[in-house]
């Protein structure tokens, strides 16, 4: 797997500003501020957890319109469980953000990350508003800053670029994104912000985006759990002057393309970024029936603790993950099951090859793993992107707030 | 909740050996023998984990008779995975075990618990059958011996008893459990045997045992891992000449109430003894519409790697509970969530409560830890136990093999 490094992730007609208002500790920037410079198409998709931040609630609504100009983020608190004050920090932060730009309230989208049940401070927001307008792109590094306002326990900024011609014109994707540990499919305390200057229609914009974040944020895993407050939010404003992209032709197959690789690469960011991560690892299941067996199976190997631990350990403890397999509650012929790990050959139609230990811990010392399982069953396959399990994401997560 | 210590679980009629035959590490038990001296009613339940051990697939084709006299029993080894060779074994050593206590072999259950893929060194266990017979009962320490000869990674042994008088006679109900990683419902890495001295048919036998596990040891979880091998087997022997105990009857009642109690223990020294554990928690969802509703959300709290390593961290980061609960998969009404633990009310009515944070952390510096989530919409319940999840637990599992 080719990883790209951190690209500048600008896009014409877009701008954005990252800064420190006095929600974390001193001086690391905890908001940041996207623009389009004129209203653009926009789509989203949104935590799965039913215990959602009114951030979420009020960027769905906002989204419904298929319009949006800005959004604006901001870490260290997820204004999440946070009673009636919270949806009402929602109202008064947009309101402001919309007054500064001179622009409808209504296309402002707001996302927050960090701890859970406290209050949002959001004095600090309202009294920073004027600061973050008056920033937007200035700084060279405005992206670079804006990146890191929305980072929590990650540990690297996540930024990426990819750029394409259709039918004579360039079409630019860029994106942002946070996360590192919460991190799970229907997505978990991640936020993606992806821009693009495409000529493409709301409609086609979300359709691209489910399908999209399919193969991408809604196939990595770091721990198991869902957040309160994830988002992937995508704009597009239209400035490549491209003829309008739309559904089932040769044009929305190559935006496709070119989103899922850019969510693609932001997702394994995050992987590699994974709280206390030392592997980079890659479940893939193969000849599946199903799409959904293969991805059911994929994601019991990809979130066991006990293959999590043996691979933070290199511990050639194989059989777990056949045993994880069999926990997928997803039926197949364990008697055609073969198991690779870095291509070497661990289960042969649900047999042991007896491949000698070493081998094993030698393949297992590398930071790439790759685990592939193949059902003998069809043509369907899913991979799912995680991490190992390390002391370090216990202690992490055992000190988050304290 | 109270938890009676480890008891001696002899049973009228019953007889137990354990001794160390070579599998694991030098002079560490591994292998155990109980016997009924009459045959025996006999149920079991066992894993729902699709891959399964051949010791698994033998013992649930014997107990279909629901006779039982003898089951065997091996430490150190899964025998799971090993290809044809597994059942083999499975075949060599209940035959032995059946020619040296001279009874049929159909009516000798075997199960092992260990290390995954490893080929079982068969040899070593029906070298050492005809020593484990001639030692059936002899040593005053022939329980304690058993249970130990079935431990893994399990830090103390687990045995129980308890006794209740039935229409003037006495009934026993004894028995002994491992387990302490891979612990999950339905089971996980965790063996039970349980003897009675009741007289009850095989197929009451089986309907009670059923449901004592579903109060019990299917409600208890260490790290969401289900094993190939568990399995709780009871054998009833009739020794205690009660009149027979048949369904939807008090009688009935009753020892469905003494087994649960006796599961329930048994079950709770498993999670007192996780992998790594320092905290022993009981997450309760109460006023649920179903038992499926209270249960998948008992469940997502209890597996949930962020709320057990807030715990181990006696973090007072409680949000992640009520993620937990959003994450179930359940549908509930958020704004009628209360949640409390040890008796602090955190949440009402969805809204925080902003208890000082002081009081909070004091109350998950105690070792037991009860959360207790109020959906306020009907009258069922579930348990789940649980641990917490702690750097010791990364430990055991990283160096497993090695």
Same mark, same amino acid.
């Given at each position: 797997?080719?990883?790209?490094?951190?690209?500048?992730?600008?896009?014409?007609?877009?701008?954005?500003?990252?800064?420190?208002?006095?929600?974390?500790?001193?001086?690391?920037?905890?908001?940041?501020?996207?623009?389009?410079?004129?209203?653009?198409?926009?789509?989203?998709?949104?935590?799965?957890?039913?215990?959602?931040?009114?951030?979420?609630?009020?960027?769905?609504?906002?989204? *419904?319109?298929?319009?949006?100009?800005?959004?604006?983020? &901001?870490?260290?608190?997820?204004?999440?469980?946070?009673?009636?004050?919270?949806?009402?920090?929602?109202?008064?932060?947009?309101?402001?953000?919309?007054?500064?730009?001179?622009?409808?309230?209504?296309?402002?989208? /707001?996302?927050?990350?960090?701890?859970?049940?406290?209050?949002?401070?959001?004095?600090?927001?309202?009294?920073?508003? @004027?600061?973050?307008?008056?920033?937007?792109?200035?700084? @060279?590094?405005?992206?670079?800053?804006?990146?890191?306002?929305?980072?929590?326990?990650?540990?690297?900024?996540?930024?990426?670029?990819?750029?394409?011609?259709?039918?004579?014109?360039? =079409?630019?994707?860029?994106?942002?994104?946070?996360?590192?540990?919460?991190?799970?499919?229907?997505?978990?305390?991640?936020?993606?912000?992806?821009?693009?200057?495409?000529?493409?229609?709301?409609?086609?914009?979300?359709?691209?985006? /489910? #399908?999209?974040?399919?193969?991408?944020? &809604?196939? =990595?895993?770091?721990?198991?759990? &869902?957040?309160?407050?994830?988002?992937? /939010?995508?704009?597009?404003?239209?400035?490549?002057?491209?003829?309008?992209?739309?559904?089932?032709?040769?044009? %929305?197959?190559?935006?496709?393309?070119?989103?899922?690789? /850019?969510?693609?690469?932001?997702?394994?960011?995050?992987?590699?970024?994974?709280?206390?991560?030392?592997?980079?690892?890659?479940?893939?299941?193969?000849?599946?029936?199903?799409?959904?067996?293969? %991805?059911?199976?994929?994601?019991?190997?990809?979130?066991?603790?006990?293959?999590?631990?043996?691979?933070?350990?290199?511990?050639?403890?194989?059989?777990?993950?056949?045993?994880?397999?069999?926990?997928?509650?997803?039926?197949?012929?364990?008697? *055609?099951?073969? =198991?690779?790990?870095?291509?070497?050959?661990?289960?042969?139609?649900?047999? @042991?090859?007896?491949?000698?230990?070493?081998?094993?811990?030698?393949?297992?010392?590398?930071?790439?793993?790759?685990?592939?399982?193949?059902?003998?069953?069809?043509?369907?396959? #899913?991979?799912?992107?995680?991490?190992?399990?390390?002391?370090? %994401?216990?202690?992490?997560?055992?000190? %988050?707030?304290?």
């Amino acid at each position: 797997m080719k990883l790209s490094k951190n690209r500048n992730p600008a896009v014409p007609g877009f701008k954005a500003v990252g800064l420190y208002c006095g929600i974390k500790a001193k001086n690391v920037k905890d908001l940041a501020l996207i623009v389009s410079d004129v209203p653009a198409a926009a789509a989203g998709v949104f935590t799965k957890n039913r215990v959602v931040s009114p951030g979420v609630t009020w960027s769905r609504r906002s989204l *419904k319109s298929g319009r949006c100009r800005a959004i604006v983020v &901001n870490s260290g608190n997820a204004n999440t469980v946070t009673g009636p004050k919270g949806m009402k920090d929602c109202e008064v932060i947009t309101k402001k953000v919309a007054e500064e730009l001179s622009i409808p309230q209504k296309e402002v989208l /707001i996302a927050s990350t960090g701890v859970i049940g406290v209050p949002l401070p959001s004095d600090m927001i309202l009294q920073a508003v @004027p600061k973050l307008v008056q920033g937007l792109g200035r700084s @060279p590094n405005h992206w670079t800053n804006a990146a890191e306002a929305i980072m929590t326990t990650d540990l690297v900024l996540k930024s990426d670029r990819i750029q394409y011609t259709f039918q004579g014109k360039r =079409i630019t994707l860029g994106g942002i994104s946070k996360g590192s540990g919460m991190i799970h499919p229907n997505m978990a305390t991640m936020l993606a912000f992806l821009q693009t200057d495409a000529v493409i229609d709301a409609k086609t914009l979300k359709l691209a985006l /489910i #399908e999209a974040c399919d193969r991408s944020f &809604n196939r =990595i895993t770091v721990d198991g759990d &869902n957040s309160t407050n994830d988002c992937v /939010i995508v704009l597009a404003n239209g400035e490549a002057k491209n003829p309008a992209i739309k559904p089932n032709t040769p044009g %929305y197959r190559e935006f496709l393309k070119a989103l899922t690789v /850019i969510c693609k690469n932001l997702a394994s960011k995050i992987i590699l970024d994974g709280e206390g991560a030392t592997k980079f690892v890659t479940v893939r299941v193969q000849g599946g029936k199903t799409r959904k067996q293969a %991805y059911l199976i994929a994601n019991s190997v990809a979130t066991s603790s006990l293959v999590k631990t043996a691979l933070f350990g290199e511990d050639p403890n194989w059989g777990r993950i056949f045993c994880a397999v069999g926990n997928a509650g997803a039926p197949f012929d364990p008697d *055609k099951v073969d =198991i690779l790990l870095n291509k070497n050959l661990l289960l042969k139609n649900g047999n @042991p090859t007896n491949l000698p230990s070493q081998k094993l811990i030698k393949a297992m010392q590398q930071h790439e793993i790759n685990i592939t399982i193949d059902l003998h069953a069809g043509k369907e396959w #899913e991979e799912v992107l995680t991490c190992d399990f390390s002391y370090d %994401y216990v202690k992490i997560n055992a000190e %988050y707030t304290t």
